[in-house]
């Protein structure tokens, strides 16, 4: 039976003896994360675009800056030197295109000397379709499927943006989630509302959440369950990274594992009560700078008070973690104030018109 | 066997124009600073405009400073950098 015609790739091609040479190849030319990597070959990186239906060709977007666009082959080849299966690309193309909105800030995201890497969050039926493992280990190798979409993402901002380090990538320390930083939502595990859904996503729909983010900041509170001194332990993490980070208010996440989620959910605490008590708590005077080495910026503003979060719409909650242990992770913003978390759907135009006629 | 394999950059040119051509003095001239706006450049930028003034004889000085630190530089500083004979960006913290 005759196939129809496939539009070719047009990404030049190269000819290598074999994987070991394929990876020598790779690392010399600069287009790694400095990990082996899985060769680009055309049925791979076609099966990608299969699955996504996107034509090699897409236009998915145009970084603002330097006004590169971003197009699906491209994005597939990076998506295939990370690991990524067919079923995980969609995945890899809706983060992009979140990254690539304007609020978000991708190129001062990605050149800044702070060293933010790119957390991406999973929600929706997705997650179970790919195997996203959203317990044990969630924010580390939990599973296939985020350790390869948050690789992917990286690996196209090196090769498709020039974000290497010394190059478009100023970051003075950066942090490992700069490698992958990708986690699903807990969603069967929990009666809040997915992080998806408190975006604006519909209901059932897949979605993924991208934000410009600092390393993950473990706290630990297994002696009470009682909701309000809980989260004061997180919030107490906020404002500890406010005083040695960054003052400034913006998106911060917050995990939350179940042993901690269970106590806060069993006295009807929904997402939306722990973003006003968090945002309530998370702040700290100007004053407090003088206490940790920074009082020369303070001067006659000592009693002014700075919000880690501009409004509790600003918290992402996100039900994750193994099973046991009293644990959660604050996740501070980059720089708060100057780019802004985005939540987009996966294949779908949620915004779309419905075709008329 | 060999495995046929694909270039995974952008195979562009950086996007940008060429560069201005280089004046052989700047005596006499205006340069323009754009700042960050980060609390270090006031430093480095005032000594600059001394030894600018002092050593190469540059006329007059122009102090501008993004809204964003993080973002290029507003329309209305790169339309005005027209005016200047040379420019001094790109400084960090």
Known sequence: MLKPNKPALASKAYDVDDFAAAQEFYHANGWTDGLPVVPPTAAAVEAALEWALMPPDQLLGIEPVRAQPIVAEKLAINAVMAGCLPMHFPIVAAAFQAMLRDEFLLHGVTSS??????????????????????????L???DRATAAIGRALRLALINLLDVRPGGIDRTTLGHPGKFSYCLAEDEEDTRWQPLSVMRGIPEGASAVTVMAAMAPRQIMNEWTTEPREILETFAAEMRANQRHYSIYGGNYAIVIAKQLREPIERAGWSK??????IYERARVRRGEWAEVGKGSIVRDRADKVHTALAS??????????????????????????????VTAAIGACVDCEPPKG | M????????????????????RPVSLKGKTVGFISNGKEGTKGYFAHLERLLRAELGVADIVWRTKSNYSAPADRAIIDEIKKWQAVVAGVGD
Not at chain 1, 272 to 277: C, K, M, P, Y
Not at chain 1, 320 to 331: E, K, L, Q
Not at chain 2, 2 to 20: Q, W
């Open chain 1, 113 to 138: 000397t702070g060293g933010a890497a790119v957390l991406v969050v999973i929600n929706g039926p997705v997650r179970r379709e790919i195997g996203a493992d959203a317990t044990f280990n969630a």
């Open chain 1, 312 to 341: 509790p719409d600003h918290l992402l909650v996100i039900a994750a973690g193994g099973p046991a242990g009293g644990f959660g992770a604050v996740i501070p913003p980059w720089m708060g104030s100057k780019t802004k978390a």
């Open chain 1, 140 to 142: 580390a190798n939990s």
């Open chain 1, 272 to 277: 939306r009560d722990i973003a006003e008590f």
């Open chain 2, 2 to 21: 060999t495995i046929r394999v694909f270039d995974p950059t952008h195979e562009r040119k950086p996007a940008g124009g060429e560069p201005a051509a």
